[in-house]
């Protein structure tokens, strides 16, 4: 493809605006992955805790101290509460207890049994009795309580495919020219980003009308018959025609060659614009020979 500059000292010439070609509104589908999350569900799971308070005072014989027990996570609910014990830290003298039979004089006795005489599942009132016959100090109290522990289970997603309508438009072809709809169809797999770049394209091409230019050109130099006799369909030439305002890149649509009666050779040829698209690059080759080392690939 070759390019040459024809100006109005060189031809006839008629320009044509052809708007049947126009499509201002493109539409096309795409088929889109859609990834829904699995579903959100609360599974429990019976634990233990232990529940724990203080009480510093002494429990004189045949006396007794109720301690109040809280759940440690105001969050959990305690369904049951267990048999308390309390800690205590006393040298006893020698004798039967209520609590542990007979214990010898000088022994440290570190447990005693307390009883939970109301509950809820916020708290729990422990009673500790001392009907040992000594007086005791109660250090800390303990009382075990069980509870439903929840943990949030997600379900594993799902995969599922949407149809999308992507849509590109000119609004001020629109105004000019009336809707004019192209649809579009595409192999599946595109994606949605692809897909609107390909309607976009599309909507550069087809929104204006379609410059369409007549020439007549007439050998009459050697130049202007190098020109006739060498250009082919697709060659791409300037040209410039002040009258009509034109300085514009064309290609050669169609050619018509003759010779008038004095033997001068004619040519017409019908021109379409270049639209802005068609300058990119789209993509281009190794300038390498296609010899028994080069594969033509993709």
Not at 260 to 286: A, K, M
Request: proline letters at 2%; charged letters at 20%; a negative charge.
């Amino acid at each position: 493809m070759s390019v040459a500059t024809f100006d109005d000292t060189m031809l006839d010439i008629t320009l044509e605006l052809d708007d049947r070609e126009i499509y201002n509104d493109i539409r096309s589908q795409v088929d889109v992955t859609v990834i829904t999350p699995g579903a959100e569900t609360w599974e429990s799971v019976e634990v233990t805790d232990t529940a724990i308070g203080f009480y510093s005072d002494t429990i004189s014989d045949g006396q007794h101290a109720d301690v109040t027990l809280y759940t440690r996570r105001l969050s959990y609910y305690a369904l049951a509460w267990e048999l308390p014990t309390a800690d205590v830290s006393y040298t006893v003298a020698g004798g039967y207890t209520g609590v542990g039979g007979y214990v010898e004089s000088g022994v440290y006795h570190t447990t005693i049994d307390g009883v939970v005489t109301a509950s809820n599942t916020r708290s729990a009132t422990v009673r500790i009795t001392n009907n040992t016959g000594y007086t005791i100090r109660v250090l800390s109290v303990k009382c075990d309580y069980s509870y439903n522990d929840y943990e949030k289970m997600v379900g594993n997603p799902t995969t599922g495919t949407q149809t999308l309508t992507v849509r590109a438009t000119d609004a001020t072809s629109i105004a000019l020219y009336g809707r004019r709809v192209m649809n579009l169809t595409w192999p599946l797999g595109q994606t949605q980003e692809q897909t609107e770049g390909l309607a976009a394209a599309y909507l550069a091409r087809y929104k204006d009308p379609v410059i369409r230019v007549k020439m007549t050109i007439i050998g009459k130099t050697d130049a202007l018959i190098e020109e006739i006799y060498t250009r082919d369909i697709s060659d791409l030439i300037t040209v410039i025609n002040t009258s009509l305002g034109l300085n514009a890149d064309f290609y050669i649509n169609n050619i018509n060659l003759y010779h008038d009666p004095f033997g001068l050779p004619i040519v017409e040829w019908t021109l379409e614009y270049q639209r802005t698209n068609e300058t990119y690059t789209l993509f281009t080759l190794d300038t390498s020979e296609l010899d028994g080392t080069h594969v033509l690939a993709y």
